[in-house]
């Protein structure tokens, strides 16, 4: 168990928060393993690079994360006041979401079940 008051263990809790500006998306159709491509490329880079990957990476992913980044920037200038052109980045990865299962009719009939899968994308900056 934890020692002192409510209220002192809260405050202790809270001053240990990540204070990085970041935006994450919850329940995204798309799987992990296909979202983790797409995260990979841009990983450590700046933000307008990354944005102009994000731009012309043909994948579905890409349109998703791009929004997500966008949001993270404008989270960044406008909650933290950092300045744009120094931003990175830092940390971006996609977790396991719940999976709806679907039935597929199949021949003497049987069926298939056919699992889309969902996950929860998290884009987190830092300055440089």
Known sequence: MAKGHRSQI???RNANKDT???A???FARVSVSKAC???DAIRGKD???ALGILAYNPRYASSIIKKLLESAVANA???NGMNRQNLYVAECYANKGPTMKRIRPRAQGRAYRIEKRMSHITVV???R
């Open 10 to 12: 809260k405050r202790e």
């Open 20 to 22: 990085r500006p970041s």
């Open 24 to 26: 994450k998306l919850s």
């Open 37 to 39: 491509f797409v995260l």
């Open 47 to 49: 933000v307008d690079t």
């Open 77 to 79: 200038e406008n909650n």
């Open 125 to 127: 900056l830092d300055e």
